[in-house]
């Protein structure tokens, strides 16, 4: 069955890995003066976390960071075109 996106999701690229902590960073397409989204391990949906790669292309949604509401994070984080 062919899995079809409802919505457009925001893409950007895996900027910085820190495995060792369990989180990363990813900087939106055309981020020309965004800041770059953190992201949980736990967020990451198609792939493994210890899988991503810096440069890598993703797809996410963006919500508040519970730890500071005017802050966004990234959410739903997948590898874009994967399975």
Same mark, same amino acid.
């Given at each position: 069955?062919?899995?079809r996106?409802?919505k457009?999701?925001?893409q ?5 890995i820190?495995e060792?902590?369990?989180f ?9 003066? %965004?800041e770059?989204?953190?992201f949980? +391990?736990?967020? $990451?949906?198609? !792939?493994?976390? /210890?899988?991503l790669?810096v440069g ?5 949604d963006?919500?508040p960071d519970p %730890?500071?509401?005017?802050r966004m994070? +990234?959410v739903? $984080?997948?590898? !874009?075109?994967a /399975?």
């Open positions: 069955m062919e899995k996106k409802t457009t999701m925001p950007g690229t895996i900027k910085t820190r060792d902590r369990g990363g960073f990813v900087a939106p397409s055309g981020s020309s003066g %965004r770059d989204l953190f949980h +391990a736990s967020a $990451v949906e198609n !792939a493994t976390f /210890e899988l790669q890598q292309e993703v797809d996410y963006v919500e %730890r500071n509401p005017s994070r +990234a739903h $984080v997948r590898v !874009a075109d /399975e």
